[in-house]
């Protein structure tokens, strides 16, 4: 299945104001990895995220999709492959409707009309948001935008999921349903988050970015509870792995 790797060689990238925001990211994620991108605000997540569906080009380095190099030549078998939901749903949902929203890549792909209705049926009722399936997406609330973002990029079937914060805004339950659809999801999954608690129940592997760099790849369990690797990169540790502070105050064991 090498056609679900995802490899990054020393990739570099400034933006057009001279900013570094990569400076050498290298790693090789293969078939089925579920891989938590985290780092502090401003480390180049969503720098780096953008470069493996081809929004963003390396200034220097490369991206290999499966066997495929990233360029503007192999740029649409990459977007065939590759499905990113963004970090602000407004840059995802344009169409008048949440239905034609999610329908937009389906129908692009040429399917016939049937299997675009059942793809959208399918892919707005995972993410418990077949009710809205007339609303226009620009009256939705931030929550049930992002849930309908996910759809839309669950409906082309893509081999490999990139997720740009995908559980910011949700509530309790919206999130809970986002994990567990990622855990039953097969493929390679790539998840730039700052909920290190999602990172932890997800994703056996994550790579810490710190200022444009890889500071850390490895074992969530070993990086998130290693105060050599979460201090200097700006991270704490995950919620759940804290204590309950009312237990701490009264002395009971959390
Ligand atoms: N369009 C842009 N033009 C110039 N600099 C940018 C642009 N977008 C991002 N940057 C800069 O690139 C660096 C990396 O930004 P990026 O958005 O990738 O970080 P991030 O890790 O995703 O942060 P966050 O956790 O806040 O989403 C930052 O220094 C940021 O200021
Ligand atoms: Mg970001």
Known sequence: MSHHIVEATDVRYAYSDGTSALNGVSFRITHGEAVAIVGANGAGKSTLLGHLVGWLSPSSGTIRIGDTILTQQTLAIIRRTVGMVFQEPDDQLFMPTVFEDVAFGPVNMGLPHDQVHARVASA???????????????????????????????????????????????????????????????????????????????????????????????????????????????????????????????????
Not at 151 to 178: F, H, K, Q, W
Not at 203 to 225: E, F, M, N, S, Y
């Open 124 to 254: 707005l009722a995972t993410v418990g948001m077949e009710h809205l399936a007339h609303r226009p997406p620009y009256h939705l609330s931030g929550g049930e935008k992002r849930a309908v973002a996910i759809a839309t990029v669950l409906a082309m079937s893509p081999d490999i999921l990139v997720m740009d914060e995908p559980s910011s805004g949700l509530d309790p339950r919206a999130r809970r349903r986002l994990i567990a659809l990622l855990m039953s999801f097969e493929h390679t999954r790539i998840i730039a988050t700052h909920d290190l608690d999602l990172a932890l129940e997800l994703c056996p592997r994550t790579i810490v970015l710190h200022k444009g760099q890889v500071a850390a790849d490895g074992p969530t369990a070993k990086l998130l509870t290693d105060p050599a690797v979460l201090e200097p990169c700006g991270l704490e540790k995950p919620l759940s792995l804290q204590g309950c502070p009312v237990c701490a105050a009264t002395g009971r064991q959390s």
